[in-house]
């Protein structure tokens, strides 16, 4: 399967705030497991329990909107605590009081203004069912690289660009195994066929 970085937008509308003396954070899930997010009409996906286990601890940010330049958090600077449960990839986001930016973010979130999410990753393992014309994605691996706090997780358009991509190279593949196993076929028929001919010649 051909890997490209692509965004999964996730509405867990579960996003708050935390004050803890003298530390800021935002936390809440970034992804939810086996919950079904519809990509256009005839597309959907779902991730698989354990998806992120692999991942989890590699170099990860957290941004604003998928602003690279608005950093929030990275787990190599033990800004960003990302841990995967029963439920789902789960975050914390410890806030930087001089950064405005997110000290912005922090407020919008506590007032309930900012509470939806969005990962950038690659797929590394997936699955996939066609039914009725309708084509389901179970996401089993990824290669995380960020997690992002959003107004609107909105990249419904890139998503369903990427699943047509890849259900169209998939197809394609499919063709061309098949016609490559007939040809096979066919030449091992030929072959057979006179070699059968020359057997009874002698």
Request: aromatic share 8%; net charge negative; glycine share 6%.
């Amino acid at each position: 399967m051909e890997t490209r970085k692509r965004y999964l937008p996730i509405s867990t509308q579960n996003f708050h705030t935390r004050d803890d003396e003298d530390s800021l954070t935002i936390e809440g899930y970034f992804a939810v497991f086996d919950s079904t997010y519809q990509i256009g009409d005839l597309f959907s996906e779902s991730i698989a329990p354990g998806a992120f286990t692999d991942t989890i601890s590699g170099d990860i940010r957290a941004l604003t909107n998928h602003d690279t330049s608005l950093v929030l958090g990275r787990t190599t600077a033990g800004t960003l605590e990302l841990k995967e449960d029963e439920h789902g990839l789960w975050g914390r986001i410890l806030i930087n009081p001089k950064d405005q930016d997110a000290m912005n973010l922090y407020s919008r979130t506590q007032r309930g203004d900012v509470n939806q999410a969005s990962i950038g990753f690659m797929i590394t393992d997936e699955d996939e069912e066609e039914h009725d014309g309708h084509v389901h994605w179970t996401i089993r691996k990824v290669e995380l690289f960020e997690v992002s706090v959003c107004t609107f997780p909105a990249y419904e358009e890139t998503a369903l660009a990427a699943r047509q991509n890849d259900y169209f190279t998939a197809k394609k593949r499919e063709t061309q195994a098949w016609r490559s196993r007939m040809l096979k076929k066919l030449k091992g028929e030929k072959h057979g066929t006179e070699s059968t001919d020359a057997q009874e010649k002698a």
